[in-house]
């Protein structure tokens, strides 16, 4: 072969060992990533024009890329629309389907979001996050059964902290403790070592009733846990074992010095401490990080109703009802308020209105709602025991039941005086 010939067969090898455009349409995924993980989007989205002007919409990386910058940033339609382009490279990418589905159920458009979800479910039929998605779906909807059936199936396939949060705040919104029980119990056996689950388990424990198991759980999580610190604080503190309680309260401060719940707790241990100031200024604080709190301007009206300063004890119930107007209890002590300041029918209007509100049949809404009628005398004192017959039928139902509200001794000793009166 001569040397033109030689040089022809050369530059032939090298012409066909040139990269071709599809190899070539990768060489920014590099870059692209890069800025996605650092989040310059703005960089992320100029590339990713540069790459579509040079190769339109055949670069399925850059769509990828693009679609996650929309869903990031809140684009949720623009989101849909390029992972749709981005599936037309590959109908069966179940991971493509997964998030149109997600996009379309926050969207809103949840109908749409069950008929991808299916589509991804016929792909891959055992995957958590596909039962999760379509357990919002349906949740959305207030179809409370279907949305069950798939967070159960979504907490059956992965237990995990998305799955046994969702599982057992929605058995928590329906007030099955026992079954959300289960579901943190189950969680826990999975991952013994989580501190969070345990904290979750001593909360649910404390809330069911369930003191000393809930104590067991809470004081297994590290000492700089919140709601560890905050449960078991709560436990001492319903206990009137003050001291302890406000060294737990003390450590939480240490970590959240503005959490007005935490100067809340801390107040009310002042108060049952009998350290009035001390309580009232723990109480201007946690109303200072949170005005907007009814308990906490619950709880200082009840500090200055025990100082007999009652023309502030009223502005502060007045504060509460103001910003949780459903609250019975707070109509109550308004009421005690406004009749130690001499206005009886207010007081009364204000009784009226917490006994409409109380489901529970608080018994001490007609203890004290009694108790004001008989000082008025003889004009109230019929409706007066009618009030108190509905006392002692509602008190007799809850005599066994804890309540740090009063001393039962208190009660009975009340008790015994009103039917005294009641008989002369």
């Not at 850059?62 to 590959?90: D, P, R, V, W």
Request: charged share 25%.
């Amino acid at each position: 072969m001569s040397q033109e010939g030689q040089i022809q067969q050369v530059q032939e090898s090298i012409i066909l060992k040139k990269p071709s455009r599809v190899i070539n349409r990768y060489k920014h995924n590099q870059l692209l990533y890069n800025y996605f993980v650092i989040r310059d989007f703005k960089s992320a989205l100029e590339l990713i024009e540069k790459l579509t002007q040079e190769h339109g919409d055949i670069h399925e990386y850059a769509n990828q890329i693009q679609g996650y910058i929309y869903k990031m940033t809140g684009q949720l339609q623009k989101s849909t629309e390029t992972f749709k382009k981005f599936l037309s490279f590959n109908e069966q990418d179940q991971e493509v389907l997964k998030t149109i589905a997600k996009n379309l159920q926050l969207d809103g458009r949840f109908k749409s979001s069950l008929d991808v979800a299916q589509k991804a479910l016929n792909l891959k039929k055992n995957d958590w996050e596909v039962f999760y998605t379509i357990g919002n779906c349906y949740y959305a909807q207030k179809d409370i059964d279907k949305a069950l059936i798939n967070y159960k199936r979504a907490f059956e396939l992965s237990i995990n902290e998305t799955t046994y949060n969702r599982l057992g705040k929605f058995y928590l919104s329906l007030e099955k403790y026992e079954e959300a029980l289960a579901v943190y119990k189950s969680a826990l056996n999975s991952q013994p070592q989580n501190n969070e689950i345990k904290a979750l388990l001593g909360v649910l424990l404390l809330r069911m009733g369930q003191t000393q198991e809930a104590k067991k759980y809470l004081e297994s999580v590290t000492a700089t846990d919140t709601k560890s610190l905050l449960g078991l604080g709560s436990i001492v503190q319903d206990q009137e074992n003050y001291d302890e309680a406000l060294n737990y309260y003390r450590k939480l401060i240490a970590i959240h010095p503005t959490s007005a719940q935490v100067w809340n707790n801390i107040a009310m241990c002042y108060y049952g401490k009998q350290e009035i100031l001390a309580a009232i200024i723990s109480l201007k604080r946690a109303i200072y990080y949170d005005p907007f709190e009814s308990t906490i301007h619950f709880n200082m009206g009840l500090v200055h109703l025990h100082e007999k300063q009652y023309m502030s004890a009223f502005h502060y119930f007045q504060t509460a009802i103001t910003l949780n107007p459903d609250d019975s209890q707070s109509y109550m002590y308004l009421g005690i308020a406004l009749n130690k300041l001499n206005d009886f029918q207010n007081a009364c209007r204000s009784f009226e209105r917490a006994l409409e509100l109380d489901k529970d049949k608080d018994y001490l809404i007609y203890l004290n709602y009694c108790i004001i009628l008989l000082q008025k005398g003889d004009e109230s004192s019929q409706y007066a025991q009618q009030i108190f017959r509905y006392f002692c039928d509602f008190y007799k139902e809850q005599e066994q039941l804890y309540d740090n509200r009063c001393k039962k001794e208190l009660i009975q000793e009340l008790k015994s005086q009103i039917q005294k009166y009641l008989r002369s």
